[in-house]
């Protein structure tokens, strides 16, 4: 089974230049969730969505964020401008109601602004 | 509002030896989840072992366990007989069964020795 897809896996991007994230979930998981993680800050928890539809995005940081989730296979996280300090690797993860409801995560976005 | 405190930021360990994660929670949702994840060097988000707050029993997932102490808002990680390619990060996370946010502490470092 295919797990949780992010690309791209790497971008050096620019100061000032737009940054898009994409995530694939698992098939069947109606929860999807985005993560940054620093050396300084950890996981933080940026936004999450259930059943396509956000559900708490008090962990974006600031207007330059934004994210969608237009069906339920997909999901972008958006950064414009982008800036230093945005310098993080981008995890995106699914869980469905069922179960334990664990976290399944892509392998993450290491995203790198100069 | 909830909050997951890992108050150990690294230890060393012997092969063969076990070791004990300390975590403690706090929340006012009647209903959670705790679970653990390792990120070795490579990155990557691996889900160890879940414990609900009703569950009489403590978690095992082969050499993990959890040492769940509901009253003392406590979710213990012990690995036993460690080995060395249980050097990693470790993270705590919380849940709860209420939509609610999946919330992760700040993480333990764990280096196996020869």
């Known amino acids: 089974d295919a797990g949780v897809i992010q690309s791209p896996r790497h971008e050096v991007t620019e100061m000032g230049q737009e940054v898009t994230l994409r995530c694939k979930p698992i098939?069947?998981?109606?929860?999807l969730f985005w993560y940054r993680q620093t050396m300084m800050r950890g996981l933080e928890l940026l936004i999450y969505f259930n059943n396509n539809v956000p559900i708490d995005d008090s962990g974006m940081p600031e207007d330059r964020f934004s994210a969608k989730m237009p069906n339920a296979s997909f999901s972008t996280l958006k950064i414009q401008p982008s800036e230093p300090r945005d310098s993080a690797v981008y995890f995106c993860?699914?869980?469905?109601?069922?179960?334990?409801?664990?976290?399944?995560f892509g392998e993450g976005s290491r995203l790198t602004v100069l | 509002a909830q909050k997951i405190t890992q108050t150990q930021p690294g230890m060393f360990v012997q092969e063969k030896e076990a070791v004990t994660l300390d975590c403690t929670y706090d929340t006012s949702d009647p209903s959670y989840g705790l679970f653990w994840y390792k990120q070795p060097s490579s990155g990557e988000m691996i889900f160890l072992i879940y414990?609900?707050?009703?569950?009489?029993q403590n978690a095992t997932e082969g050499r993990y366990s959890l040492n769940f102490q509901k009253a003392r808002k406590s979710a213990n990680l012990v690995i036993s007989a460690s080995q060395l390619g249980d050097s990693a990060m470790y993270f705590c996370?919380?849940?709860?069964?209420?939509?609610?946010?999946?919330?992760f502490g700040a993480g333990t470092q764990v280096v196996v020795t020869p």
């Open positions: 993860a699914s869980s469905t109601s069922g179960g334990t409801g664990e976290l399944f």
């Open positions: 098939s069947g998981h109606n929860s």
């Open positions: 414990q609900g707050s009703y569950d009489q």
């Open positions: 996370a919380m849940k709860p069964d209420s939509w609610g946010k999946f919330q």
